[in-house]
Protein backbone atom coordinates (compact mmCIF):
# COMPACT_ATOMS: atom_id res chain seq x y z
CA UNK A 1 0.00 0.00 0.00
CA UNK A 2 2.41 2.35 1.02
CA UNK A 3 4.99 1.76 -2.20
CA UNK A 4 1.62 2.66 -4.31
CA UNK A 5 1.46 6.02 -2.67
CA UNK A 6 4.84 6.66 -3.19
CA UNK A 7 4.68 5.69 -6.88
CA UNK A 8 1.87 7.77 -6.99
CA UNK A 9 3.27 11.10 -5.24
CA UNK A 10 6.49 10.33 -7.65
CA UNK A 11 4.34 10.53 -10.67
CA UNK A 12 2.44 13.45 -9.73
CA UNK A 13 5.77 15.17 -8.82
CA UNK A 14 7.24 14.35 -12.22
CA UNK A 15 3.70 16.63 -13.92
CA UNK A 16 5.75 19.86 -12.91
CA UNK A 17 9.05 17.98 -13.97
CA UNK A 18 10.51 18.91 -17.17
CA UNK A 19 11.16 15.38 -18.95
CA UNK A 20 14.76 14.42 -19.68
CA UNK A 21 15.78 12.20 -22.81
CA UNK A 22 19.51 11.15 -23.21
CA UNK A 23 19.94 10.35 -26.41
CA UNK A 24 22.24 8.12 -28.52
CA UNK A 25 22.77 6.89 -32.22
CA UNK A 26 24.92 5.31 -34.80
CA UNK A 27 26.77 3.15 -32.57
CA UNK A 28 27.20 0.76 -35.42
CA UNK A 29 27.82 -2.18 -32.44
CA UNK A 30 27.85 -4.61 -36.07
CA UNK A 31 30.82 -3.31 -36.22
CA UNK A 32 33.17 -5.73 -34.11
CA UNK A 33 30.10 -7.07 -32.75
CA UNK A 34 30.54 -4.71 -29.64
CA UNK A 35 26.78 -5.74 -28.14
CA UNK A 36 27.93 -7.00 -25.55
CA UNK A 37 31.28 -5.13 -24.90
CA UNK A 38 29.79 -1.24 -25.49
CA UNK A 39 29.18 0.87 -22.24
CA UNK A 40 27.68 4.34 -21.29
CA UNK A 41 27.05 6.31 -18.45
CA UNK A 42 22.98 6.71 -17.97
CA UNK A 43 22.04 10.68 -17.73
CA UNK A 44 18.36 10.56 -18.20
CA UNK A 45 15.50 8.41 -17.05
CA UNK A 46 14.35 7.97 -20.85
CA UNK A 47 16.87 6.97 -23.28
CA UNK A 48 16.14 7.52 -27.33
CA UNK A 49 17.96 5.55 -29.76
CA UNK A 50 17.94 7.17 -32.87
CA UNK A 51 19.02 4.80 -35.47
CA UNK A 52 21.86 2.57 -36.82
CA UNK A 53 22.94 1.06 -33.33
CA UNK A 54 22.86 -2.17 -34.95
CA UNK A 55 21.66 -4.57 -37.62
CA UNK A 56 18.55 -6.38 -36.96
CA UNK A 57 20.03 -9.21 -38.69
CA UNK A 58 22.53 -9.49 -35.70
CA UNK A 59 18.95 -10.09 -33.72
CA UNK A 60 20.27 -12.15 -30.57
CA UNK A 61 23.59 -9.62 -29.98
CA UNK A 62 20.91 -6.68 -30.52
CA UNK A 63 18.61 -7.85 -27.96
CA UNK A 64 21.08 -8.26 -25.50
CA UNK A 65 22.39 -5.28 -26.10
CA UNK A 66 18.55 -3.46 -25.26
CA UNK A 67 18.21 -6.19 -22.49
CA UNK A 68 21.39 -4.82 -20.77
CA UNK A 69 20.00 -1.50 -20.82
CA UNK A 70 15.84 -2.82 -19.01
CA UNK A 71 17.14 -2.12 -15.99
CA UNK A 72 18.58 1.19 -16.28
CA UNK A 73 16.19 3.28 -17.63
CA UNK A 74 12.40 4.02 -17.36
CA UNK A 75 11.69 3.79 -20.87
CA UNK A 76 13.76 3.17 -24.24
CA UNK A 77 12.49 4.57 -27.98
CA UNK A 78 14.10 3.06 -30.78
CA UNK A 79 14.21 4.54 -34.17
CA UNK A 80 15.20 2.51 -37.03
CA UNK A 81 18.03 4.01 -38.87
CA UNK A 82 18.86 2.44 -42.78
CA UNK A 83 21.61 -0.07 -40.86
CA UNK A 84 19.23 -1.78 -39.15
CA UNK A 85 17.95 -3.22 -42.51
CA UNK A 86 21.39 -4.54 -43.96
CA UNK A 87 20.98 -8.22 -44.52
CA UNK A 88 17.39 -8.16 -44.57
CA UNK A 89 14.54 -6.39 -46.92
CA UNK A 90 12.84 -3.68 -45.88
CA UNK A 91 9.18 -5.94 -44.85
CA UNK A 92 11.37 -8.69 -43.10
CA UNK A 93 13.72 -6.08 -41.40
CA UNK A 94 9.91 -4.13 -40.10
CA UNK A 95 8.87 -7.93 -39.05
CA UNK A 96 12.64 -8.24 -36.97
CA UNK A 97 11.75 -5.17 -34.75
CA UNK A 98 8.36 -5.87 -33.90
CA UNK A 99 9.75 -9.24 -32.87
CA UNK A 100 12.31 -7.32 -30.90
CA UNK A 101 9.61 -4.51 -29.21
CA UNK A 102 7.53 -7.77 -28.51
CA UNK A 103 10.02 -9.68 -26.23
CA UNK A 104 9.18 -10.47 -22.96
CA UNK A 105 12.94 -9.81 -21.14
CA UNK A 106 12.36 -6.10 -22.17
CA UNK A 107 9.50 -6.06 -19.96
CA UNK A 108 7.31 -3.61 -22.40
CA UNK A 109 9.88 -0.94 -21.38
CA UNK A 110 11.02 -0.69 -25.60
CA UNK A 111 8.61 1.28 -27.47
CA UNK A 112 9.28 1.21 -31.17
CA UNK A 113 9.23 4.52 -32.89
CA UNK A 114 7.95 3.13 -36.51
CA UNK A 115 5.23 5.61 -37.31
CA UNK A 116 4.56 6.04 -33.57
CA UNK A 117 3.09 8.64 -31.27
CA UNK A 118 4.23 8.11 -27.47
CA UNK A 119 2.22 10.38 -24.86
CA UNK A 120 4.18 10.41 -21.07
CA UNK A 121 1.32 9.18 -18.86
CA UNK A 122 3.49 11.34 -15.83
CA UNK A 123 3.89 14.68 -17.72
CA UNK A 124 3.30 16.68 -20.98
CA UNK A 125 5.95 14.94 -23.42
CA UNK A 126 4.81 13.44 -26.53
CA UNK A 127 7.45 11.36 -28.80
CA UNK A 128 6.53 10.87 -32.48
CA UNK A 129 9.13 8.83 -34.32
CA UNK A 130 9.84 7.29 -37.90
CA UNK A 131 12.97 6.65 -39.91
CA UNK A 132 11.85 9.38 -42.06
CA UNK A 133 13.70 8.10 -45.57
CA UNK A 134 15.33 10.70 -47.05
CA UNK A 135 13.64 12.08 -50.83
CA UNK A 136 15.84 11.26 -53.73
CA UNK A 137 15.56 13.48 -56.62
CA UNK A 138 14.85 11.44 -59.57
CA UNK A 139 18.10 13.23 -61.18
CA UNK A 140 20.18 12.18 -58.90
CA UNK A 141 18.60 8.30 -58.70
CA UNK A 142 21.37 6.46 -60.55
CA UNK A 143 24.06 8.28 -58.72
CA UNK A 144 23.26 7.59 -55.12
CA UNK A 145 21.87 4.13 -55.74
CA UNK A 146 25.73 3.34 -56.94
CA UNK A 147 27.77 5.29 -54.13
CA UNK A 148 25.12 4.31 -51.38
CA UNK A 149 25.13 0.94 -49.86
CA UNK A 150 21.56 0.86 -48.74
CA UNK A 151 21.00 -0.31 -51.88
CA UNK A 152 23.65 -2.96 -51.74
CA UNK A 153 22.64 -4.12 -48.44
CA UNK A 154 19.16 -3.93 -47.91
CA UNK A 155 17.69 -6.72 -50.31
CA UNK A 156 15.41 -5.39 -52.80
CA UNK A 157 16.00 -1.66 -52.26
CA UNK A 158 15.58 0.98 -54.78
CA UNK A 159 15.48 5.05 -54.61
CA UNK A 160 11.75 4.03 -55.84
CA UNK A 161 10.89 2.48 -52.92
CA UNK A 162 13.17 5.02 -50.94
CA UNK A 163 10.99 7.73 -51.84
CA UNK A 164 7.95 6.10 -52.00
CA UNK A 165 8.26 5.13 -47.61
CA UNK A 166 9.79 9.03 -47.61
CA UNK A 167 6.23 10.17 -48.95
CA UNK A 168 4.59 8.13 -46.22
CA UNK A 169 6.21 8.74 -43.53
CA UNK A 170 6.79 12.66 -44.11
CA UNK A 171 2.57 12.90 -44.53
CA UNK A 172 2.02 11.07 -41.86
CA UNK A 173 4.57 13.03 -39.55
CA UNK A 174 2.27 15.71 -40.52
CA UNK A 175 -0.59 14.50 -39.44
CA UNK A 176 0.34 13.58 -35.72
CA UNK A 177 1.77 16.99 -35.09
CA UNK A 178 -1.01 18.55 -36.05
CA UNK A 179 -3.21 16.44 -34.29
CA UNK A 180 -0.63 17.05 -31.00
CA UNK A 181 -0.51 20.82 -31.62
CA UNK A 182 -4.30 21.74 -32.49
CA UNK A 183 -6.20 19.64 -30.48
CA UNK A 184 -7.35 21.67 -26.68
CA UNK A 185 -5.08 19.71 -24.00
CA UNK A 186 -4.23 21.20 -20.89
CA UNK A 187 -0.84 20.88 -20.02
CA UNK A 188 -0.32 21.76 -23.46
CA UNK A 189 2.22 18.48 -25.33
CA UNK A 190 5.87 19.33 -25.17
CA UNK A 191 6.29 17.64 -28.43
CA UNK A 192 9.98 15.50 -29.59
CA UNK A 193 10.29 14.16 -33.13
CA UNK A 194 12.85 11.32 -33.32
CA UNK A 195 14.38 10.33 -36.85
CA UNK A 196 16.97 9.17 -38.24
CA UNK A 197 17.18 11.01 -41.29
CA UNK A 198 17.75 14.40 -40.91
CA UNK A 199 14.61 17.23 -41.54
CA UNK A 200 16.96 19.95 -42.86
CA UNK A 201 20.63 20.12 -45.14
CA UNK A 202 22.28 23.04 -43.91
CA UNK A 203 23.91 22.91 -40.28
CA UNK A 204 23.34 18.89 -40.11
CA UNK A 205 26.63 17.58 -41.74
CA UNK A 206 29.59 18.40 -41.76
CA UNK A 207 30.56 22.06 -43.66
CA UNK A 208 31.29 20.92 -47.17
CA UNK A 209 29.32 18.61 -47.15
CA UNK A 210 25.96 19.76 -47.91
CA UNK A 211 26.37 20.21 -51.75
CA UNK A 212 27.41 16.65 -52.29
CA UNK A 213 25.40 15.05 -55.22
CA UNK A 214 24.58 12.06 -52.78
CA UNK A 215 23.29 14.65 -49.65
CA UNK A 216 19.69 13.67 -50.38
CA UNK A 217 20.22 10.18 -48.91
CA UNK A 218 21.15 11.62 -45.73
CA UNK A 219 18.75 14.62 -45.46
CA UNK A 220 15.12 16.34 -46.81
CA UNK A 221 14.89 20.09 -46.41
CA UNK A 222 11.67 19.37 -45.01
CA UNK A 223 11.80 23.12 -41.98
CA UNK A 224 11.45 25.17 -44.78
CA UNK A 225 7.93 24.03 -45.79
CA UNK A 226 4.51 24.38 -43.93
CA UNK A 227 3.80 21.87 -40.82
CA UNK A 228 6.00 21.73 -38.21
CA UNK A 229 4.60 24.44 -35.85
CA UNK A 230 4.52 23.10 -32.29
CA UNK A 231 7.87 20.95 -32.06
CA UNK A 232 9.99 21.40 -29.40
CA UNK A 233 12.91 19.75 -30.44
CA UNK A 234 13.77 17.19 -33.74
CA UNK A 235 16.17 14.72 -32.64
CA UNK A 236 17.74 12.75 -35.66
CA UNK A 237 21.24 10.54 -36.51
CA UNK A 238 22.96 9.30 -39.49
CA UNK A 239 24.57 11.75 -40.65
CA UNK A 240 27.93 11.49 -38.39
CA UNK A 241 27.95 15.38 -37.16
CA UNK A 242 27.75 16.42 -33.61
CA UNK A 243 25.10 19.66 -34.36
CA UNK A 244 22.20 21.32 -31.97
CA UNK A 245 20.96 23.96 -33.86
CA UNK A 246 18.01 25.92 -33.89
CA UNK A 247 15.65 26.65 -36.82
CA UNK A 248 12.58 28.56 -37.47
CA UNK A 249 12.23 28.11 -33.54
CA UNK A 250 12.91 24.46 -33.62
CA UNK A 251 15.73 23.01 -31.81
CA UNK A 252 17.54 20.31 -34.05
CA UNK A 253 19.94 17.87 -31.91
CA UNK A 254 22.84 15.23 -32.83
CA UNK A 255 25.49 14.38 -31.00
CA UNK A 256 27.85 11.35 -30.13
CA UNK A 257 27.98 12.44 -26.75
CA UNK A 258 26.46 9.75 -24.90
CA UNK A 259 25.53 11.76 -22.14
CA UNK A 260 23.39 14.64 -24.07
CA UNK A 261 20.38 15.33 -22.49
CA UNK A 262 17.31 17.35 -23.99
CA UNK A 263 15.16 18.53 -21.36
CA UNK A 264 11.24 19.44 -22.57
Avoid at 130 to 137: D, E, G, K, N, R
Avoid at 200 to 227: H, I, K, M, Y
Avoid at 235 to 244: E, W
Wanted: charged share 20%; with cysteine; glycine share 6%.
Amino acid sequence: MMETILRIILRRQRRFQRPRVQILSDLHLEVGQQYLSYTFPVSAPYLLLAGDIGRLIDYDGYLKFLEGQVSRYEKIFLVLGNHEFYGLNYLSGLDEARRLANEPSLGGTLILLNKTRWDDPSSALTIIGCTLWSAIPEEASDLIESKINDFKRIAGWTAREHNQVHTLEASWLRQQIAQVTKAPQSPERQLLVATHHAPCVEGTSRPGDSDNPWTSAFATDLLSQRGWDGIKVWVFGHTHYSTDLVRNGLRNAHDFNPEMVVAL
